[in-house]
């Protein structure tokens, strides 16, 4: 009970609206196209509401252990095994059970009647892997003076982050490749690596992917202009021009948030929802939230993140402790990453990635993690307050 005097309420208040909100517009997303299907219309809202009751149980567990538990080495070593070992079965599952896969790619694990994303769980591992690893690692990386110790010092998690990305692509996930890969960049940036070593790090792996890519285009062209991430690149581009090929998605985006206007056209009275976007409940949730409640109901889920996010942020920058303050850079650039691609896909500002809005869109994978970093950072919080009083 003492601890929970120390929760941080900035996060945890907008936490639950978003989950109340998420529960709401899923429903109101999905009800028409279950109906048409034959399907129960509450079925999605059920999922999704205990979803999030899982989520606010999952948090608050995470906010009562003890914060050493997060630093513990042997946690650490075997979850990230088992999500590697989860990455690399997706490829496998693919080829002998070819109904798993959804426009060209398989990310989910069937359980029962749910389905696990390894994606969502190698992002929170990732945090907490590369957090321990570059705490760890401070003492000698500040000392060092050269880019030779200091690349033989990061190497080992470079490796591991390059086999996880390597993964991604293979089935393929870019939107995930991307995710991961900002949060590395982020981590090291925060470490306390010298910054010029950063910049002559990612300028190298940047020119590196650009080349590799390059290459393929020039070797094989076929390989990427048949894929569907490059169509969805074409779309992004002229989308009216392919509105009944790969431009659907995008162009009924459009459609969706100019009825929608500033005050919406009202809740489960949205036209795009019926047939017209794919996946509404998902993806394209906001434009569903834009074209229903309009500009106003967009700016209040945007905002409630903003404030979660940046609250992060200021946890870190408050953090007395280099773990806890990477660990919740890491989170925060997590959900801020995740919110700029589904944003800025459903704007046509960058290609469709596939990529959720954090709290809101349907998913389990995707809200239990998120809710369970949530509760790591709180439990970071909660822990670094106390030791301030002593």
Sequence with gaps: MKKLKKIDLWIV???????????????????????????????????????????????????ILKAKIFKNRHIIKYALLFTILSLAALPILGKLFPSLRVNGAVAWIPIGPFNYQPLELAKLVLILYLSFVLTSKQERLLSYQNWKEIGFEVLPPILVVALIVMLLLIQPDFGGAIVISLITWVLLGASTIPGKYIVRLSVGLGAFLGLSIYGIFKIAPSIITS?????????????????????????????????????????????????????????????????ELGLVGVFIVLALLALIILRIILIGIRAKKNYNALVCYGVATMMLTQVILNVGGLLGMIP???????????????????????????????????????
């Design 352 to 390: 469709l990635t596939g990529v959720t809005l954090p709290f809101i869109s349907y998913g389990g994978s995707s809200m239990l993690i998120l809710s369970i970093a949530l509760g790591i950072v709180l439990n970071l919080d909660a822990t670094n307050k106390f030791e301030r009083t002593r």
């Design 13 to 63: 208040i907008p936490y639950i609206i978003l989950l109340g909100i998420g529960i709401v517009m899923v429903y109101s997303a999905s009800f028409y196209n279950s109906l048409i299907s034959g399907g129960s219309t509450t079925q999605y809202l059920v999922k999704q509401a205990i979803f999030a009751v899982l989520g606010l149980f999952l948090c608050y567990f995470n906010f």
């Design 227 to 291: 894929h569907y991430q490059y169509q969805r690149i074409l779309a992004m581009q002229h989308p009216f021009k392919l509105e009944q090929h790969a431009g659907a998605q995008l162009v009924n985006s459009f459609y969706a948030i100019s009825n929608g206007g500033v005050f919406g056209v009202g809740l489960g009275n949205g036209i795009q929802k019926r047939g017209y976007l794919p996946e509404p409940h998902t993806d394209f949730i906001l434009a569903v939230i834009s074209e």
